[in-house]
């Protein structure tokens, strides 16, 4: 339920926009804000699980993240939209580290990659049709659908989790309310400084006062953290070597990937011209690989160990992202269909791979702490992911977005440039819909 609802919602970004009034990229917002809820509050689930048990918890979230969509289906402003999908993130905060210490409770560290690997498959359905589903229901019902696709999904969840969810429960430690306070407010002005910068709202002073403040709240938790009887996140776990190096890597591999998702439907869509359904179809052979390479995963990793495979995975993914810029309006679609493969089947490899390897060395009374310190970190890294790669994709697109300007002096559409005017980094062209609603305008 939780990747169906992104990657249907990646695909309808610029059917949004235009139904809100804004900028394609002003919906990094949507995006990032539930990343960045997420993020603040996956540090209780460890807590909450050892405290009320999985099973409780877990229902809990599903109930969360459907009431939220259903908000987020009525909503009628970017505003009010965020701020729902904020309540979204209090869900799906709970759900995936929840899950995943159920999994790590249930099965011996012998066995856990061949769990996750198989759990994984299912999950693997969402992104597979959420890019299809999203073209569609843009393409013929309303944008709003993709939100309300969630709610028999989250009752169906809710009767499944009452009847076959383990209840796992263990001694709780007091909850770190100060270092809650530190830790989210800290990461949530640092994801809005990131958000901001370059959208001419603050001032230069502005944005460095509060990045300032962002890291002084972060440093304070780490000073908090080190002296505190029962840290939020205990630090200490990255003493450990190999859940430092998963959890580490996992974050900055992350920062370059996050913002994919995003990217690439506003690419399709606003830059080449495509459908949303042609969109969909296009993100699709990215699930379908990832999915191909779940049960070989196991063999991979024996045979060629969890360092060969990092360090030799991260610097092809990097060459895939970078071939990803020779994408333009000649290019074959059967070419872009075999780098969307190639970059789901690596980028399944690397998250996989370092999503068990956080508890190789951490031991069943860490298992909690290091579960929400890993998917703390992941979520953190998506959300600074999707403001970076909107950020730099700001810089290249020639001119204003649609929605922001009228037509130029030349008499071309917004988005499209004026005759000369060349850019050889993006290739920015207006979309289908907008092009035949500037030439059905009323003259001046």
């Not at 809710?158 to 306070?181: A, T």
């Amino acid at each position: 339920m939780e990747s169906l609802d992104t990657t249907i919602l990646n695909t309808a970004v610029p059917a949004i926009a235009a139904a809100l009034k804004v900028a394609p990229l002003s919906m990094k917002a949507v995006l990032s804000s539930y990343t960045l809820s997420l993020a603040v509050f996956i540090p209780i689930s460890g807590w909450m699980a050892d405290r009320f048990g999985t099973r409780r918890v877990f229902a809990s979230a599903i109930g969360f993240f459907t009431l939220g969509s259903f908000l987020c289906g009525i909503s009628g402003s970017i505003h009010v939209l965020v701020a729902c999908r904020v309540l979204q993130g209090c869900g799906g905060a709970m759900m995936v580290p929840v899950g995943r210490l159920t999994l790590v409770r249930t099965f011996a560290k012998s066995e856990l990659i061949r769990a996750m690997s198989f759990v994984a498959i299912p999950a693997l359905i969402g992104p597979m049709l959420g890019p299809i589903a999203g073209g569609l229901i843009v393409g013929y019902f309303h944008w709003r659908v993709i939100f309300f696709v969630n709610l028999p999904i989250g009752l169906i969840g809710l009767c499944l989790v009452y009847l076959h969810l383990p209840d796992y429960r263990e001694r709780s430690d007091p909850l770190d309310v100060e270092g809650l306070i530190l830790f989210g407010s800290g990461v949530a002005l640092l994801s809005y400084v990131l958000e901001v910068f370059g959208e001419h709202t603050l001032s230069t002073g502005e944005i460095l006062g509060l990045l300032a403040i962002s890291i002084a709240l972060l440093a304070g938790y780490g000073l908090h953290a080190s002296k505190a009887p029962f840290p939020l996140l205990r630090l200490s776990l990255f003493r450990i070597r190999t859940f430092r190096a998963a959890v580490s890597g996992s974050f900055f591999t992350r920062l370059g990937i996050g913002g994919i998702p995003f990217i690439m439907p506003l690419l399709y869509q606003v830059g080449l011209g495509f459908t949303p359904v042609q969109s969909g179809l296009l993100m699709t052979p990215q699930a379908i690989a990832a999915m191909s390479l779940k049960m070989a995963m196991p063999r991979i990793l024996a045979r060629v160990g969890y360092r060969g495979v990092l360090i030799s995975n991260t610097m092809i993914l990097g060459l895939q992202i970078a071939l990803f810029a020779t994408i333009g309006v000649g290019t074959p679609v059967w070419l872009m269909v075999a780098q969307t493969f190639c970059f789901g089947f690596f980028s399944s490899l690397q998250y996989t791979s370092m999503n068990t390897l956080v508890y190789a060395d951490v031991s069943e009374v860490e298992t909690s702490s290091a579960s929400s310190i890993a998917a703390t970190m992941q979520q953190m890294a998506i959300s600074f992911g999707v403001a970076t790669a909107s950020l730099a994709t700001a810089f290249f697109i020639p001119g204003s977005l649609p929605f922001e300007r009228a037509a130029n002096d030349s008499g071309h559409p917004p988005g499209v440039l004026r005759p000369g005017r060349t850019n050889r980094f993006v290739h920015y062209r207006f979309s289908r819909i907008e092009k035949r609603r500037w030439r059905s305008r009323e003259p001046a």
